[in-house]
């Protein structure tokens, strides 16, 4: 079984920057597309941005290109997203989604919290 396990939310002032993680574990890590998606208050959670198994096709919402950035580590088996120019709108929950290639299963971590607020 997937489990995924995000860090490094927190309280920013607009402008400044943030480096979330998610670590991975229970299957093979390059089986499996990992998105980032972001639930703000009273809204359904949205796509940030994703990488694919192969590491070949990064996607990244329109509102966050040129400020974000999606990277991973395969032999860690962690996915990092750097979070840069940080705007009020950010602000959210964010979680980890890895969803197998074969089986098209979705799973997801518990979340963490960015606030960018002054």
């Known amino acids: 079984q997937v489990q995924l396990v995000e860090s490094g939310g927190d309280l920013v002032q607009p402008g400044e920057s943030l480096r979330l993680s998610c670590e991975f574990s229970?299957?093979?890590?390059?089986?499996?597309?990992i998105a980032w998606m972001r639930q703000a208050p009273g809204k359904q959670r949205v796509l940030v941005a994703s990488?694919?198994?192969?590491?070949?096709?990064?996607n990244y919402a329109d509102s966050v290109k040129g400020r974000f950035t999606i990277s991973r580590d395969i032999d860690k088996k962690m996915v990092y997203l750097q979070m840069n120019s940080l705007k009020p709108e950010d602000t959210g929950v964010y979680y980890c989604?890895?969803?197998?290639?074969?089986?098209?299963?979705?799973?997801w971590g518990q979340g963490t919290q960015v606030t960018v607020s002054s």
């Open positions: 989604r890895a969803t197998s290639v074969y089986s098209g299963n979705s799973f």
């Open positions: 229970g299957s093979i890590f390059t089986f499996h597309d």
């Open positions: 990488i694919d198994g192969g590491g070949d096709n990064i």
